[in-house]
């Protein structure tokens, strides 16, 4: 018998069908289409000596190999109040995971382990979340009572985490909308995962306990742009305390995405804001394509609840396996199964996101319940078959595959085997029901994984250890005299100086706005050249050198006044930055010595430059005004910066033939 080969034409058929289009050449019309809506959680560090609930330092961290001891601890689910069991325990109790914590003395404490109870809050770290929380617009609560939300993936020793809602009911105000805020919170962070392979999973505790703040938005937001702009306004209204702190993990971000029809899909630990608008596209896309595959399941089964697989064991010496990361198993002890899914064919082959299809979320569900590594699974409509045609074949006969449906071929260790039907038979049912509530993992390509079903909503419970804080009306107003200026009003007031748009992320980023008001305002320095200077400059300086660690932006407005004091021209900053930047404590003659600048009055500046017209009279033969120009630009332009403003030395040598 023979069969036809046709996944990669259903591939991009499907893609038609669904009506999926690039995020490069979408417009609101195509979100609006599907139904786009998107919510954020942002999560930031707070800058403090301590943690959270212990007296742990916070922000020291160790290297995967630099621990004190390891303890190792298993996971498993309990009935809640209820007598109900949570999905998600449910689920991390079917993979059989090792949590295996590495601890390091000088920053985990017997807290931290789950055997002492929590100490009173971090004072400083609530004064700090209490700011941000008035920044934001929200109401503040009259008494902030803790409680503990579930965290059943390991990364938190107690199963839960402590959490404080501050503020209730605020808003953002973005360039052109306003985007409602549900709530902003107070928690402690979770631990650093090491490594993830098998049933082995491991953490470093440096990290656990950390005071973190969590804000939660509506889903307000209609495009992957609005989504990217609400997450930068959130980070740069938390920066512009000078309170939290920056550098890679400091500040990660939960994405909601759904589409109509879909449901609320969780898009976890997004690290960077600029691969938000391909993650969310492609998320809505995938649930529509999701829904999509409903449509065509729910035509052709039409009792969907009598729906089951059928399955069988493959001797591995019964066929060829082509070349493919399956050749490596042969020998080992991994079982091979084959499983037949009825009226699944054409669904396998099924676009869900750029480069993958159904059978992806199937496969991603293998590795993360039945805990088999990948590659873990082939099927009858794999783009890169990893089966021969003739053994494909045999395998379709021996399962009596009739021509609707589908069939899949795995492999996995014996124990692991039984767990590996049961997902394979969920993730189709769940097909028939169309999008699955669950959380997934970020990759910089814009597309997502499968990571673990999606907490219940009934999570959170008080935290019998921690007394309520009462926060007294004339604390918050003492708190609110002292905010910074709202973001949007420092964005609005860089343009009415005409600072270049592209300078805006990178100085709100940073929380550079303040010391570029002063600058302008104390010194006088115009406010166009302030802004390219910390937007351009200094931005090229961060990519090209590794920064002092003495190194702080005020370093800067001292640079600035010793130039303007000493009657300088303006543009010597930029040839003494690079200087301050690496060397933050030299004086301010020193570096002048280190860029070998000499004071040259402007008298002699333009005699130089008719002995160089001269010069390159003598050297060149050619006329062109424009050549001249910039050969003479080249020649005077090291002498004349600190001596002459560079606007007149340009309009000086523009002019040198009149």
Request: hydrophobic share 35%; charged share 30%.
């Amino acid at each position: 018998m023979k069969y036809k080969s046709y996944p990669l034409k259903n591939y991009s058929q499907t893609k038609a069908e669904i009506g999926y289009v690039p995020r490069k050449r979408s417009t609101q019309e195509t979100y609006d289409r599907i139904g786009f809506m998107s919510g954020l959680e942002v999560h930031q560090q707070l800058d403090t000596g301590k943690k959270l609930f212990c007296r742990c330092p916070a922000g020291i961290y160790q290297k995967d190999d630099d621990y004190d001891a390891e303890i190792i601890r298993h996971m498993r689910p309990t009935l809640s109040e209820l007598g109900e069991y949570d999905g998600t325990a449910l689920m991390e109790f079917k993979t059989r995971k090792d949590i295996i914590y590495r601890i390091k003395n000088i920053t985990t404490c017997t807290y931290d382990t789950d055997d002492t109870p929590p100490f009173p809050i971090n004072h400083d770290a609530l004064e700090i979340a209490l700011e941000i929380s008035l920044l934001k617009k929200l109401n503040i609560v009259g008494e902030v009572h803790i409680t503990r939300k579930q965290y059943l993936d390991g990364s938190i020793p107690t199963g839960f985490q402590r959490t404080g809602i501050l503020g209730v009911e605020g808003e953002i105000e973005l360039t052109n909308k306003k985007i409602r805020l549900i709530q902003l919170s107070l928690e402690e962070d979770s631990c650093r995962e090491v490594s993830d392979i098998g049933h082995t999973r491991t953490y470093r505790t440096d990290r656990l306990g950390m005071p973190l703040i969590e804000t939660v938005t509506y889903p307000d937001m209609v495009n992957p742009d609005e989504v990217a702009e609400a997450c930068q306004f959130i980070r740069f209204l938390n920066r512009s305390t000078g309170k939290v702190r920056t550098g890679i993990g400091a500040a990660r971000q939960d994405v909601n995405v759904s589409c109509r029809g879909g449901t609320r899909v969780e898009i976890k630990g997004v690290s960077h804001i600029k691969w938000i608008p391909e993650l969310t596209h492609n998320e809505a896309f995938r649930q529509w394509a999701l829904l999509h595959i409903r449509e065509k399941l729910l035509k052709k089964i039409k009792k969907t609840t009598e729906w089951t697989i059928k399955f069988k064991e493959l001797d591995s010496r019964y066929f060829n396996i082509k070349k493919s990361p399956f050749i490596k198993f042969i020998k080992s002890d991994y079982k091979f199964y084959v499983v037949l899914l009825p009226g699944f064919k054409g669904i396998l082959s099924h676009f869900t996101q750029p480069g993958k299809s159904f059978a992806d979320e199937i496969s991603d569900r293998l590795k993360v319940i039945a805990c088999i590594e990948q590659p873990n699974m082939t099927h009858s409509e794999a783009l890169k078959p990893m089966i021969s045609d003739q053994v494909m074949a045999s395998i379709k006969e021996e399962m009596d595959m009739k021509p609707a449906d589908g069939l899949v071929v795995f492999r996995g260790p014996e124990d692991d085997i039984k767990t590996g039907l049961e997902t394979i038979e969920e993730r189709c049912k769940w097909a028939f029901e169309g999008v699955p509530n669950e959380t997934r993992k970020s990759f910089a390509d814009g597309t997502t994984i499968f990571e673990r079903v999606l907490p219940g909503p009934d999570r959170m419970y008080p935290d019998t250890d921690s007394a309520p804080i009462p926060l007294k009306d004339d604390y918050i107003e003492k708190l609110r005299k002292r905010l910074p200026e709202e973001t949007i009003k420092a964005y609005r007031q860089m343009k009415k100086w005409n600072i270049p748009e592209d300078t805006y992320t990178y100085i709100l980023r940073n929380n550079l706005y303040p010391l570029i008001s002063k600058i302008i305002n104390k010194l006088g320095y115009e406010p166009k050249f302030v802004g390219t200077l910390f937007g351009h400059k200094l931005k090229y300086l961060d990519r090209q050198f590794e920064q002092s660690k003495d190194f702080n932006y005020d370093k800067i407005f001292s640079l600035l006044e010793n130039i303007k004091n000493n009657g300088y021209e303006k543009e010597l900053v930029f040839e003494m930055l690079p200087v301050v930047y690496q060397k933050p404590k030299i004086d301010f003659l020193s570096i002048l010595a280190l860029i070998n600048y000499k004071k040259i009055s402007e008298k002699q500046l333009l005699a130089d430059l008719s002995f160089l017209k001269k010069k390159h009279s003598d050297i060149c033969h050619s006329n062109n005004s424009e050549a001249r120009y910039n050969w003479l630009m080249g020649q005077i332009r090291p002498k004349a910066i600190g001596n002459i403003s560079l606007a007149k030395l340009k309009e000086t040598v523009r002019n040198i033939d009149s």
